[in-house]
């Protein structure tokens, strides 16, 4: 099952720790920054655990990205849709990291695909069902905000259809501009019915505020969440 919490980081670069330019020969290339609390192996081994694959041990050929933590561990795998690693893989590029380097952590690259093992923190790492709120406050209505998500266009089974790369869906309405986007890259699996609780929650919660919240499933990868958001479409009109 998918964790209790969701994983997303959707500007990565901008939350990685530094690292060095040079690769090992096993292609782990260590973070320089040791974290204020070294990485527990065991809480790796505990994300580990959360992935989930398919009756072959093998993650699924529609998502291009994987999330997953536990305690002190994140873990990030990055790789080409088509691509079905084993689990054998992704558990042995994750020890691979911490042979070459410790409780630091790193990034370990190969074909078609990254792994990545870092510290877990409340800036990579996510509460689902939880509206996250902005401090500070726009110029748009959430009446407005409301309609634009009505208006997240749908395929002939009702599922959300992108209108923008990478599976994301955007609409303004008014000042209110609405983004929802599948965490794992994959294709859409959830409607309106589906998201208006949680759609509502966000509004409730944050009212004038940019704001976004994180709902488990509704891709069609089997490690993906869904990220719902609000922000005001004129960035001048918040202070």
């Known amino acids: 099952m998918i964790s209790t919490m969701i994983f997303l980081a959707l ?48 993650l699924d050929s529609v998502s291009g990205r994987l999330f997953v933590w536990h305690k002190t561990c ?17 558990e042995g590029a994750v020890r691979g990291i911490f042979h070459s380097c410790n ?27 939880q509206p996250i709120c902005r401090k500070r406050k726009c110029a748009f209505q959430p009446n407005d905000c409301l309609l634009a998500f009505n208006q997240i266009p749908v395929d002939n089974k009702g599922n959300f259809k992108p209108n923008l790369m ?10 209110c501009t609405v ?17 208006n609780s949680a759609f509502k929650q966000l509004l409730s919660r944050c009212g004038n505020h940019p704001g976004k ?18 922000r005001a479409s004129r960035t001048d009109t918040c202070k």
Not at 103 to 113: D, F, V
Not at 166 to 175: C, D, E, F, L, Y
Not at 179 to 195: G, K, N
């Open 11 to 58: 500007s990565v670069a901008g939350l990685l720790p530094s690292f060095v330019s040079g690769q090992a020969q096993n292609n782990v290339t260590c973070y320089v920054n040791r974290p204020p609390r070294p990485i527990d192996f065991r809480d790796c081994q505990g994300a580990l655990n959360k992935i989930v694959y398919d009756q072959y041990n093998r």
């Open 179 to 195: 983004v929802v986007r599948t965490t794992d890259l994959a294709p859409f699996r959830t409607s309106h019915p589906q998201l």
């Open 166 to 175: 990478n599976n994301v869906a955007r609409v303004k309405r008014g000042n």
């Open 103 to 129: 409780y630091t952590g790193g990034i370990r690259s190969e074909p078609q695909m990254s792994t990545r093992v870092s510290r877990a923190s409340s800036l990579n790492t996510y509460p689902q069902n």
């Open 213 to 230: 919240i994180f709902v488990p499933g509704g891709t069609a990868g089997r490690n993906g969440a869904i990220k719902l958001s609000i």
């Open 74 to 90: 994140r873990i990030h795998v990055q790789k080409t849709v088509a691509l079905t690693p084993s689990r054998a893989r992704i």
